[in-house]
């Protein structure tokens, strides 16, 4: 949210829903402000660890095997992660592996390092992410302009050269050094390459330059570090045929194994929603099955559930976080109000397992009484203690019932696919046992379940 001169104030969202204003704050809110807001605000609810070291968990979480589940922090409310990592580590070891990832640009050096510090021994995998795709010389005036002109990487930006400095001979290799060192200094345990957005029109050059980094990458790392490549992509590369063999056949000639691919999604239909486009589905799903085949490793950040559901697919992991931005990857829109207008009030939304899909409240309220009751997990038992809604402790809750499904599908005897048609037909048969008392519309329809349920056969 801004304010300007004229007297109006902007919202910046990623849902088409108009009344999505409890959500804006994710994407806006100064990442700097945030920090201070937050600290002191660590072990809010206590972590425990008792993390048992391997000979390199970051290898077996790199794997194929057991899939990863990331945590993915953002601007807000990231003092409760450690507990959730805690929890979910402590059990569902061996069912997945538990990781971190943060944004390196958009967090301050000191501020990074603490979240970092808070996380190290119950999620060994972290990644610092570079998000080089937001540099004003890749993707980041288009993602300004959806963003009233407000770049993505706000002052924090500042404390990166490798993000800031122009690169006027056009990437080079000690570019490159210089973004393995920022993820370095961190203290990341899978560092990964810049991430540049592969522009679909210029096909050839952009998988050239990718690969060039990757190979500058890999001879730059010392002995027992790991690497990830790093691409970030817009849809045409999954939906249009040319493009989507094109990319498949560049990864699959790369000596790399290990993947992180980011996909802009288009505005969403709802807030919290999933992937709804089916040709976008369509090429994740060709794109998993093609890594599961050649053993490779396909991570997808900021994908909430669809990266769940991907699992089904081949994908061997994914990020979610708390807020809208770390669920999704997609377009935003600004929302302009007059000043003088009544804000309208926000609506509270939460995490609803049995569903599949986050509803207002209330709704999430009647499905309980309907369903098997109040969810056990202890941090809906510490909001049922709490005389107000606490987002922490919702979006504590939304992970913690990701890593349930995510060690549902992981631990299933008939596999994964097999477990996520089984759950997803649950949640269908419960949205329609529900219909009759509690209709699920609007933005509490999980509109993705009919979606999901042909791709899963
Ligand atoms: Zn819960």
């Not at 095997?65 to 580590?89: E, N, R, W, Y």
């Not at 393995?180 to 050059?205: E, F, H, I, K």
Request: proline share 7%; glycine share 8%.
């Amino acid at each position: 949210m801004s304010d300007d001169e004229e007297g109006t104030i902007e919202f910046i969202v990623d849902s088409l829903e108009a009344n999505a204003l409890d959500d804006a704050e994710d994407l806006e809110f100064d990442a700097e402000t945030a920090e201070l807001l937050s600290e002191g605000d660590e072990d809010e609810i206590g972590g425990i660890d008792d993390h048992d070291e391997s000979e390199d968990p970051v290898a077996e979480a790199l794997k194929p095997g057991a899939p990863l589940f990331i945590l993915h922090k953002g601007a807000q409310h990231s003092g409760i992660l450690p507990a959730v990592a805690a929890d979910i580590t402590g059990r569902y070891r061996g069912a997945l592996h538990v990781g971190v990832a943060a944004s390196l640009p958009r967090t301050s050096p000191a501020a990074l390092k603490r979240f970092f510090d808070s996380m190290t021994s119950a999620a060994p995998i972290r990644f610092a992410d570079p998000e080089a795709f937001a540099r004003p010389d890749s993707l980041g005036q288009a993602i300004a302009a959806q963003r009233g002109d407000k770049p993505l990487v706000g002052r924090s930006g500042a404390h990166w050269s490798y993000f800031g400095d122009p690169q006027p001979g056009g990437y080079s290799d000690t570019w490159v050094q210089d973004v393995l060192d920022a993820q370095r200094s961190m203290g990341a345990s899978v560092l990964l390459t810049p991430g540049l957005w592969a522009d679909p029109t210029n096909m050839q050059a952009s998988l050239a330059s990718a690969r060039q980094q990757a190979i500058w990458a890999r001879s730059a790392l010392a002995p027992g570090e790991h690497l990830a490549v790093n691409m970030t992509l817009t849809p045409p590369w999954l939906t249009n045929v040319t493009l989507r063999h094109k990319l498949l056949d560049e990864i699959l000639d790369m000596n790399e194994s290990v993947f992180y691919i980011r996909v802009r999604w288009p505005l969403m239909p709802q807030p919290y929603g999933q992937l709804l486009d089916p040709a976008l589905l369509d090429g994740y799903v060709e794109l998993a099955n093609v890594f599961e085949e050649n053993d490779k490793v396909l991570i997808l950040p900021n994908t909430g559930l669809t990266g769940w559901i991907s699992l089904a697919w081949g994908t061997h992991g994914y990020s979610t976080g708390i807020g809208a931005g770390e669920r999704s990857f997609a377009d935003t829109r600004v929302i302009r109000m007059k000043r003088t207008n009544p804000r309208p009030a926000p609506t509270n939304r939460t995490f609803v397992g049995e569903v599949l899909h986050v509803t207002d409240v209330t709704t999430a309220g009647q499905l309980e009484q309907l369903g098997p009751g109040p969810c056990k997990c202890r941090f809906c038992a510490r909001q049922r203690q709490l005389p107000q809604w606490d987002k922490a402790l919702a979006g504590a809750h939304y992970l913690r019932q990701a890593a349930d499904l995510t060690a549902g599908v992981s631990t299933h005897s008939r596999g994964r696919r097999t477990a996520a048609r089984q759950i997803v037909r649950t949640a269908s048969s419960q949205v329609a046992l529900a219909s009759a008392q509690v209709p699920l519309t609007a933005t509490n329809d999980p509109k993705h379940l009919p979606i999901w349920a042909p791709l899963l056969r």
